[in-house]
T-cell receptor, first 114, second 114 residues
Framework: SQQGEEDPQALSIQEGENATMNCSYK?????LQWYRQNSGRGLVHLIL?????REKHSGRLRVTLDTSKKSSSLLITASRAADTASYFC??????????????FGTGTRLKVLA | EAQVTQNPRYLITVTGKKLTVTCSQN?????MSWYRQDPGLGLRQIYY???????DKGDVPEGYKVSRKEKRNFPLILESPSPNQTSLYFC?????????????FGDGTRLSIL
């Protein structure tokens, strides 16, 4: 079963607004990664946050990580129509977990209206 | 150019006819993985490989085989495909043992099993 759960499943906003999507997971992790997927295409890595980090920025992206709640959020500021895509979180398991399986969330479909 | 290459990109075939989807990466990555993506289920890991001759099951390995005879190649084999294996498949690779690294994805293979 998927341990990564994302919400909302779908989000529709106006250009210029901020978009926030959340991810929850179940086991201990080394890091958590966010990916973007344009319709039916391959996933593109956006940002990685380590388990000992609480917040990370990259351009218009801001990611937070709360390991006590096993959750992360991705904020896209000043959204553009080109940000329309699906966004996925993925957990990289910790070396103590005994597994090297990645778990992806079910994704958030973001639509930015021009 | 650093890339993960999958072939074929599209395939329509019939139940029971063995097929192989190839995956090759030119980044000398140790870790390689196969995922399938189905509507509403996100990406689910089929198999992964930590290095040559080292493979392990992901969350949905039934009906699939893999091999890792060379570092750059990680083919996915469907010995007797069935309609429930109709899906979008992605291969990914990443550098292992160098701290926290993201995965690099191929463009995907869309399989239809009739």
């Amino acid at each position: 079963s998927q341990q990564g759960e994302e919400d909302p499943q779908a989000l529709s906003i106006q250009e210029g607004e901020n978009a926030t999507m959340n991810c929850s997971y179940k086991t201990s992790i080394n890091n958590l990664q966010w990916y973007r997927q344009n319709s039916g295409r391959g996933l593109v890595h956006l940002i990685l946050i380590r388990s000992n980090e609480r917040e990370k920025h990259s351009g218009r992206l801001r990611v937070t990580l709360d390991t006590s709640k096993k959750s992360s959020s991705l904020l896209i500021t000043a959204s553009r129509a080109a940000d329309t895509a699906s966004y996925f979180c993925a957990t990289d398991p910790s070396s103590t977990s005994g597994t090297y399986k990645y778990i992806f969330g079910t994704g958030t479909r973001l639509k930015v209206l021009a | 150019e650093a890339q993960v290459t999958q072939n074929p990109r599209y395939l329509i075939t019939v139940t029971g006819k063995k097929l192989t989807v190839t995956c090759s990466q030119n980044m000398n990555h140790e870790y390689m993985s196969w995922y399938r993506q189905d509507p509403g289920l996100g990406l689910r890991q089929i198999y992964y490989s930590m290095n040559v001759e080292v493979t392990d099951k992901g969350d949905v390995p039934e009906g699939y085989k893999v091999s890792r005879k060379e570092k750059r190649n990680f083919p996915l084999i469907l010995e007797s495909p069935s309609p429930n294996q109709t899906s979008l498949y992605f291969c990914a690779s990443k550098r292992q043992g160098a701290g926290n690294q993201p995965q690099h994805f191929g463009d995907g293979t869309r399989l239809s099993i009739l």
